[in-house]
């Protein structure tokens, strides 16, 4: 027996008697958030791992929820598991969206029963910056080639280290060295979005992929905000095409016509979607930010430094997740000509990325996509959707 006093993220201080991970009651060694109500669990790592079991909502969740899965979603908990608590909370009345993050897609839950927040004891977190970054090029001359790179000697990918927007498995990813997985496809494929798996969730970068062909465009790839900030997200296509776009949300998405501006954006919009008509469409994602603008911790309450050239303070970690071709702790450094990296090593040539290039030991035509909150973006000298246009 011992005890153990915490704090959840609304200044409740509650202590708890611990006698086993299994509290009386419970019926499974994996709960779901009502067997645990207004309490905690201690998620065992095993419990990390269910990923056939449900969860619902993004943040606010359902009590239907698997407890531990839950808390790796929300961030709250890494895949060794550890203390949850969850505080019962009332329905706000209004559906909240799934969310694929940290390794787990939730499904969307209607306004029904109780709702949880998830927290922990001791949020632990691991630098996301010099982990892996993903690759490609926009399916130049119809052929995608998608890379998974890892810059951290110690962090040896795999062929799972590269999966589906969804974490499903891709077909005949290749693995030519430990730091390196590629995939290619044609774009009769319509391939779409891709992930590239790191050392922890946290550190995963997802990448969406544009078609040369596509009739409706968007402005950039990912489009950022921080939670409570006003967004609009904009698109341009032929004057022969709709105003009215249908847009299709990934996952638990519905094709209708809906606006993509927010007044008060949540994170439950984070999301990969598609304006448009598959190949035709403009595939893009949205990133929120967990916490408001300037601040980042498990509960928000620390001050985000003042990342510079587009850098992007991530939520938890609070560290300045630099855009392609810029560096240091508060991406102050400007790598030199062609190369990228946290520590500017990597240089973009086809003996470093190892498909052919749209402009050989150049960067121009690629997309670089890092840890959220930045996503996917061109590097340092370069604009436009697909990255082809020299910045003046």
């Known amino acids: 027996m011992f005890f153990l006093r915490g704090r959840s993220p609304f200044g409740v201080v509650a202590i708890v008697v611990l006698t086993m991970s299994l509290w009386p009651g419970l019926t499974s060694a994996c709960p779901i958030l009502e067997d645990i109500r207004d309490g905690s669990f201690r998620c065992e790592k095993e419990c990390m791992t269910q990923?056939?079991?449900?969860?619902?909502?993004?943040?606010?969740?359902g009590e239907k929820s698997d407890a531990c899965l839950a808390g790796l979603h929300a961030g709250a908990l890494g895949l060794s598991g550890g203390i949850l608590l969850a505080q019962r909370k009332d329905d706000p009345g209004r559906v909240i969206q799934g969310t694929c993050r940290n390794r787990v897609c939730?499904?969307?839950?209607?306004?029904?029963g109780s709702v949880y927040t998830v927290s922990t004891e001791t949020l632990v977190t691991?630098?996301?910056?010099?982990?892996?970054?993903?690759?490609?090029?926009?399916?130049q001359n119809e052929q995608l080639n998608i890379l998974c790179l890892s810059e951290d000697p110690n962090n040896t990918l795999s062929t799972n280290s590269i999966t589906r927007w969804n974490y499903g498995d891709i077909d005949n990813p290749q693995e030519p060295s430990p730091s390196k997985v590629i995939t290619k496809s044609h774009s009769s494929e319509n391939r779409h979005a891709f992930r590239c798996l790191g050392r922890t969730p946290a550190s995963d970068v997802?990448?969406?992929?544009?078609?040369h062909n596509a009739e409706y465009k968007t402005t950039q790839y990912t489009f950022r905000a921080s939670k409570g900030d006003a967004l609009q997200v904009r698109f341009s296509q032929p004057d022969a095409l709709p105003n009215?776009?249908?847009v299709r949300r990934f996952p638990n998405g519905h094709s209708s016509e809906v606006s993509l501006n927010y007044a008060n954006v949540q994170p439950e919009v984070n999301a990969l979607y598609n304006a448009g008509d598959g190949i035709s469409g403009a595939y893009f994602n949205i990133i929120i930010r967990d916490c408001e603008e300037g601040k980042y911790g498990g509960e928000c309450q620390h001050a985000c430094p003042k990342c510079k050239n587009g850098g992007?303070?991530?939520?938890y970690t609070g560290e300045c997740i630099c855009p392609p071709g810029v560096t240091g702790n508060l991406c102050q450094i400007a790598c030199p000509k062609g190369y990228i990296g946290n520590d500017c090593k990597l240089q973009c040539s086809q003996k470093e990325f190892i498909f052919p290039l749209p402009v050989e030991d150049s960067c121009?035509?690629?997309?670089?996509?890092?840890?959220?909150p930045l996503g996917c973006t061109c590097t340092a000298?370069?604009?436009g959707v697909l990255c082809d246009q020299y910045v003046d």
Request: glycine share 10%; net charge negative; with cysteine.
């Open 51 to 61: 990923t056939k079991r449900k969860v619902y909502g993004t943040l606010i969740y």
């Open 106 to 112: 939730s499904e969307g839950l209607e306004p029904s």
């Open 126 to 139: 691991e630098k996301v910056r010099g982990d892996v970054l993903l690759v490609h090029n926009n399916y």
């Open 206 to 211: 997802f990448g969406p992929v544009i078609f």
């Open 244 to 246: 009215d776009v249908v």
């Open 312 to 315: 992007e303070c991530h939520s």
């Open 364 to 372: 121009e035509g690629l997309t670089f996509c890092l840890p959220d």
């Open 381 to 383: 000298g370069y604009k």
